[in-house]
T-cell receptor
Framework: AQSVAQPEDQVNVAEGNPLTVKCTYSVSGNPYLFWYVQYPNRGLQFLLKYITGDNLVKGSYGFEAEFNKSQTSFHLKKPSALVSDSALYFC?????????????FGTGTRLQVTL | NAGVTQTPKFQVLKTGQSMTLQCAQDMNHNSMYWYRQDPGMGLRLIYYSASEGTTDKGEVPNGYNVSRLNKREFSLRLESAAPSQTSVYFCASNFGGTYTDTQYFGPGTRLTVL
């Protein structure tokens, strides 16, 4: 069975600094990886996904993620953090079986950006 | 275009009561999903419906039932609520069937069982 791990419960960064939110995965077969963001009292919003191709994936709100097959990682990055980026971030992997695109989520990482 | 809508937004139940959470999507998606979100555990799949007329169990189906009423609507029922079912419930949908497909989420229902 596939799984993802987010090793950090919380990441703190100052506004203007680069940020990284870590994710590692375990799958049999090709990985199909996603990042979602959840703002307080809201549903999840899609940020970006890796299916195939370039290892650097660009997404919404200036976020990007780097796929590394040898390290089985898919870390989320942003060159310059904003206070408004403060939210809960989830990494997810698509279940490779069946007709439904089921996702398995990590436990989430809370990003806190301060002035 | 409302996307994925859920009702109610909040609900408080007593142990043993029943209720149905409603979900609807207007994106002509084939697949729909119900998740629960608990602190420190991420989102866990309860049930899903790959297409109209089909439903399947996810990771944590015990204590729940679902109905895919039509292509737009997918409801989640708690027959006899328990405190362990206190959680935030999210419905999601997508076209399904491909590896590139993205799930779209509703705003959630916050359920408290006393």
């Amino acid at each position: 069975a596939q799984s993802v791990a987010q090793p950090e419960d919380q990441v703190n960064v100052a506004e203007g600094n680069p940020l990284t939110v870590k994710c590692t995965y375990s799958v049999s077969g090709n990985p199909y990886l996603f990042w979602y963001v959840q703002y307080p009292n809201r549903g999840l919003q899609f940020l970006l996904k890796y299916i195939t191709g370039d290892n650097l994936v660009k997404g919404s709100y200036g976020f990007e993620a780097e796929f590394n097959k040898s390290q089985t990682s898919f870390h989320l990055k942003k060159p310059s953090a904003l206070v408004s980026d403060s939210a809960l971030y989830f990494c997810a992997v698509r279940d490779g079986t069946g007709t439904a695109s089921k996702l398995t989520f990590g436990t989430g990482t809370r990003l806190q950006v301060t002035l | 275009n409302a996307g994925v809508t859920q009702t109610p937004k909040f609900q408080v139940l007593k142990t043993g009561q029943s209720m149905t959470l409603q979900c609807a999507q207007d994106m002509n998606h084939n697949s729909m999903y119900w998740y629960r979100q608990d602190p420190g555990m991420g989102l866990r799949l309860i049930y899903y419906s790959a297409s109209e007329g089909t439903t399947d169990k996810g990771e944590v189906p015990n204590g729940y039932n679902v109905s895919r009423l039509n292509k737009r609507e997918f409801s989640l029922r708690l027959e006899s609520a328990a405190p362990s079912q206190t959680s935030v419930y999210f419905c999601a949908s997508n076209f399904g069937g491909t590896y590139t497909d993205t799930q779209y989420f509703g705003p959630g229902t916050r359920l408290t069982v006393l």
